[in-house]
């Protein structure tokens, strides 16, 4: 369970993000949406204490963020960004072997081996394990990163806005990805997503931001209606259920 | 580790043609002389050549994962410029002070002007890779301004051209030892180099899998100004040598500095006694220093990289 308890950033008095309460359950796969400015990838950064807090606390498992020792926490919850500047020059499996830093430090043992073996055949990266990075397209490069939080192997795992500057067929991939790692795997997904349709269609929980608040959470049935998105996103729309999906059409 | 079992008989190859390279003939008597020669000079310049090239090139690859950025070194990183600030102050205010006690100065003065490289970095957005080494190059250059007015004011201009232009011709026993210091934190480079392989995956990155990165930084930063320390206050800095030799490395090998530190060691000691092998014969019997070998070559490596590094440097 990660609680999230009266979280605050400010920028020059501006609060980015604004006395956020939320708990997210362990399990399943949880979406936040809302406009730009927001403060979603603000608030998954204090989460993942990538970003310290102004004011307030985050819990995981009953785990301090701020507090915890860096690889503790490591081995409980990663996250993936989308901004993945990498001056190190990695092939694919060294890259994914990395997962295992918190448990390994740079050395490692045979259960590492089979934890990046696994998750390279995962993400079907085998034919490209000895590339490195900069020869790979980049959906081959957002799988490798998946594979290195998958290698990881933590209970909660956190992503920002991975679809960014996937075309569709990588976009729908990526998300059927993370739903099976939900799945299959157990682990609590949480993501940040900016396509409502991608959040109706692959979430058990919506959770929707506007202007550094919460705004609403609930199921996509609570949460697609017409009503409520355009108060998030101050469109019009409207929502149609296509099979057990609920579609939003906000062309017209 | 097969590159560096490579490369390590050609380095040895190097050392012993860098030992019976010289003026001096080594079979001139047999009074022992020859045996002197090698002890007292040839050997201890062989071993500071290998020792600082070893250092340097090490010390490149850990400011590039440091600073993120491809094209950083010592030289090009306010790092050495600093460093001959330090020694200057340290002359100025403390003449007896021994070597060592300038070289601790020198180190804490380059720990200072890094710290200060990698602030700017972080403060000012910088739209192109190759800004970066261009902000090193002012910052250096600013550095090198107040220490030349300085030595100029003071009458020290000869001993900041010995420590800004690499020479090993006064190499003698006794005099290069504090090299050994630089040889002994990059070891301690190669002992925690996982850690610096993570650094240069970036910020966020290094933070998800557990990593202290301010402290890792300082580690770094410490090791990069103590062993660019060592060597300004020895035998002068050697440009560009942090540089070519890590991105050839990378090129070939990648960056996965556990695997690959040992080999960019190697090649550092190679190259560095390669270039003061040809500044010794070109004009022998007289000599080209090594700072300046290494500058013409390193500078069109350098210049190579820039224009075809471009097109995937971002």
Redesign the interface.
């Given at each position: 369970m990660i609680e999230i308890q009266e979280v605050t950033k400010s920028y020059d008095g501006n609060a980015v993000v604004d006395r956020v309460s939320l708990t997210l359950p362990a399990g399943g796969l949880t979406s936040i949406i809302g406009p730009n400015g927001a403060g979603k990838s603000t608030l998954l950064s204090m989460v993942?204490?990538?970003m310290p807090m102004d004011r307030g606390k985050v819990l995981v498992d009953g785990l301090d963020v701020s507090r915890a020792?860096?690889?503790?926490?490591?081995?409980r919850l990663?996250?993936?960004?989308q901004?993945?500047?990498?001056?190190?020059?990695?092939?694919v499996r060294?890259?994914v072997a990395?997962?295992r830093?918190?448990y390994s430090?740079?050395?490692l043992t045979v259960v590492d081996a089979e934890h990046i073996d696994r998750s390279i055949a995962y993400l079907g990266l085998e034919p490209f394990a000895n590339r490195?990075l900069?020869e790979l397209s980049g959906g081959q490069r957002q799988r490798a990163f998946i594979a290195m939080?998958l290698c990881?192997d933590t209970d909660y795992m956190l992503f920002d806005e991975p679809l960014n500057n996937l075309d569709i067929k990588h976009a729908v991939e990526t998300m059927r990805l993370l739903r099976r790692l939900a799945d299959d795997f157990a682990k609590t997904v949480v993501v940040v997503l900016h396509d409502i349709n991608f959040a109706s269609a692959y979430s058990d929980r919506i959770v929707a931001m506007q202007g550094g608040r919460l705004a609403f959470e609930g199921t996509p049935e609570d949460m697609i209606v017409p009503s409520r998105l355009e108060a998030i996103f101050g469109v019009d729309c409207r929502v149609h259920a296509v099979g057990e999906t609920r579609l939003v059409n906000y062309f017209e | 580790m097969r590159p560096v079992l490579l490369a390590i008989p050609i380095v040895l190859l190097l050392a012993a043609v860098s030992v019976f390279t010289g003026v001096g003939s080594l079979a001139a008597s047999d009074d022992g002389r020859g045996w002197l020669l090698i002890v007292e000079s040839r050997l201890p310049r062989t071993l500071a050549l290998m020792l600082a090239g070893a250092g340097l090139a090490v010390s490149g690859t850990i400011m590039?994962?440091l600073a993120?950025?491809?094209f950083v070194e010592p030289s090009t990183a306010g790092t050495a410029e600093s460093a001959a600030l330090g020694m200057l102050l340290a002359t100025l205010i403390s003449p007896g002070l021994p070597v060592a006690g300038k070289m601790a100065f020198a180190a804490l003065a380059a720990l200072v002007g890094t710290a200060l490289f990698l602030q700017i970095l972080r403060r000012v957005p910088l739209r192109s890779q190759l800004m970066v080494p261009l902000v090193g190059l002012m910052l250096g250059g600013v550095v090198n301004a107040i220490t030349t007015f300085i030595a100029y004011r003071y009458d020290l201009m000869q001993s900041m051209g010995a420590w800004m232009s690499g020479d090993f011709s006064a190499v003698l026993r006794g005099r290069y030892e504090l090299l050994w210091i630089g040889f002994a934190l990059t070891l301690v480079a190669y002992a925690t180099?996982?850690?610096f392989?993570?650094i240069?995956?970036?910020?966020?990155?290094a933070?998800?899998?557990?990593?202290?990165y301010d402290k890792v930084v300082t580690l770094g930063l410490a090791i990069v100004s103590m062993v660019t320390a060592t060597v300004v206050a020895t035998v002068g800095m050697i440009p560009f040598l942090g540089l070519v030799v890590p991105n050839i490395v990378?090129?070939i090998l990648?960056?996965?500095?556990?695997r690959t530190l040992p080999l960019i060691a190697a090649a550092g000691a190679g190259l560095v006694l390669a270039c003061d092998i040809v500044g010794r014969v070109v004009i022998a019997p007289y000599e080209v220093p090594v700072g300046t070998v290494m500058g013409v070559i390193g500078s069109l490596v350098f210049l190579h990289l820039l224009l075809s590094r471009r097109a995937?440097a971002?």
């Open positions: 993942s204490r990538l020792a860096g690889d503790v926490l490591a081995r990663s996250i993936m960004r901004d993945n500047h990498i001056t190190a020059r990695l092939s060294d890259l990395f997962g830093y918190p430090k740079g050395r490195f900069d939080v990881q | 590039q994962m993120r950025n491809r180099a996982a850690r392989t993570v240069g995956m970036g910020e966020a990155i933070r998800n899998v557990g990593l202290d990378s090129l990648g960056d996965n500095l556990r995937h971002g």
